[in-house]
């Protein structure tokens, strides 16, 4: 059974892994120029993949600080979930290879993990964010079934007497 010390301090490291996905979001964000390619402008399939970083940035933040101050179990829940779907979401993003302008999904894969350099973005950053949230998955798992309280551990409760005996 894990102390309640440990308890409380896995939702904080917890937190830093989401802290560490939006760092990376927005070292991505400043640094990608190809993903600021016609910024602003609707008709830009780069615009939406901009805003849809943004905002996981932006969820991260908000996760990380959660946890960090209220260091709850149901957090670190909903937030193995998030990563998950983050994690599916920067996966399927391949699919939207016609929106950013490529000829096929395996060439928006090729551009988007690192495998051919298009110039103008730190390579790599779309594969350590990926790597981030499969790690956090792993970990918000694996530190919830460490985490977990079970009744059979504990003492059995004495029965209650009547108060006629």
């Known amino acids: ?40 402008a609707l008709s830009s399939g780069y615009y939406a993949h901009w805003y849809a970083v943004l905002g996981m940035a932006v969820v991260d933040l908000i996760g990380a600080g959660l946890l960090i101050a209220f260091r709850s179990r149901t957090l670190v829940k909903v937030g ?16 939207t290879y016609a929106q950013v302008g490529f000829a096929s999904a395996s060439d ?30 792993v970990l918000g798992i694996a530190g ?6 079970t009744n059979s551990s504990a003492p059995a409760a004495e029965p209650q007497r009547s108060p006629s005996s």
Do not use: H, W
């Open 1 to 40: 059974m894990e102390s309640p010390t440990t308890k409380n301090l896995f939702p904080t490291v917890y937190g830093l892994a989401f802290l560490l996905a939006a760092v990376l979001s927005v070292v991505m964000l400043a640094t990608d120029k190809n993903l600021r390619t016609d910024f602003g």
């Open 80 to 95: 193995v979930v998030g990563s998950g779907l983050f994690a599916v979401a920067l996966v399927a993003v391949i699919f």
């Open 108 to 137: 928006f894969a090729n551009y988007l993990f690192g495998v051919n350099y298009y110039g103008g973005y730190l390579r790599y950053l779309y594969d350590a964010l990926l790597a981030t949230y499969l790690g956090t998955f």
């Open 144 to 149: 919830l079934a460490l985490t977990r309280t």
